[in-house]
């Protein structure tokens, strides 16, 4: 690979590293996947290693102290590998790309915790400087946090963009092919495995027959993706309605039986 785009892609994974003070949407594979591939000449790999990798993590989400395996880095050494090892979008290289994206996600998420610890004992600084009210080194302790947040991403990345293409063509003729046509089989489950982390997350109790309705649209009446996703938005909003007329009946009413019972109270004070 060419200093220029090893360069490129490590400037990628550092921009979309601020994406842990944003909504974190930014981060999604679909999102991080594509540019990459842009970046190597091979778009329509990288769209399908995003899109498998994006089914897989698709549960992931940072909660309260929680670091997610990283999706930004895994997923662009997962692309990346895809595309330089010449395997493409074949059950092979798909199953090199999620072994590498995988297994770089750990590394940079405990990297990433290590940092957060080490980002603690800024606050005494940060706090003095506050007090004395001087501006500027505050501002110094931002610029500071900022090369540490785009570095974090950046600097492991190039290091293993630039110099991976030794590692994995050692990697590739060193692991077996039972185990990359395992990986391959696993790449088509995780997805399932993801959307089912997911669904548990968002699908309650009422919200069932949809997903039933949805499968019998798809599965027995042979419809695509644009008229299910038609179908169901019209459902959304019908649904969404009736919940809003719900919600203001209920409101509704609540307010009418605290009318009745400071009725009652008064009344009750009057025969007092």
Do not use: H
Not at 81 to 90: F, L, N, R
Not at 190 to 203: E, F, Q, R
């Amino acid at each position: 690979m060419s200093l220029v785009n090893a360069l490129l892609i490590a400037i990628w994974a550092g921009y979309c590293s601020f994406d842990d003070q944003g909504p974190q949407m930014f981060r999604r594979p679909l999102l991080v996947g594509p540019v990459v591939g842009l970046i190597l000449g091979d778009l329509p790999t990288a769209l399908v290693i995003s899109a498998t990798l994006e089914l897989m993590w698709m549960g992931l989400g940072n909660m309260a102290g929680y670091q997610t395996p990283d999706m930004i880095v895994g997923t662009i050494i997962g692309v990346t590998v895809s595309i330089t090892s010449g395997t493409g979008a074949t059950p092979k290289g798909i199953a090199a790309g999620v072994a590498a994206a995988t297994t770089v996600a750990v590394l940079i998420q405990q990297l990433i915790v290590v940092t957060r610890v080490l980002k603690q004992f800024f606050e005494p600084w940060a706090q003095r400087l506050a007090d004395n009210g001087d501006l500027s080194g505050i501002m110094q302790i931002n610029i500071v946090a900022f090369l540490i947040q785009f570095s974090i991403r950046a600097i492991p990345t190039f290091l293993f963009v630039y110099f991976q293409k030794g590692i994995i063509d050692k990697i590739l003729s060193v692991v077996p092919s039972n185990i990359l046509n395992g990986l391959g089989t696993a790449s088509s489950l995780l997805p399932a495995v993801g959307l089912s982390i997911l669904m548990t997350m968002m699908m309650k109790g009422t919200l069932w027959p949809f997903l039933i309705f949805g499968f019998v649209l798809s599965a027995y009446l042979n419809l695509g993706i644009l008229p299910v996703t038609l179908i169901s938005l019209i459902f959304a909003v019908i649904y969404s309605y009736i919940m809003e007329i719900i919600d203001k009946q209920n409101e509704m009413g609540s307010e009418n039986s605290s009318s009745n019972n400071q009725q009652v109270d008064e009344d009750t004070g009057y025969d007092l």
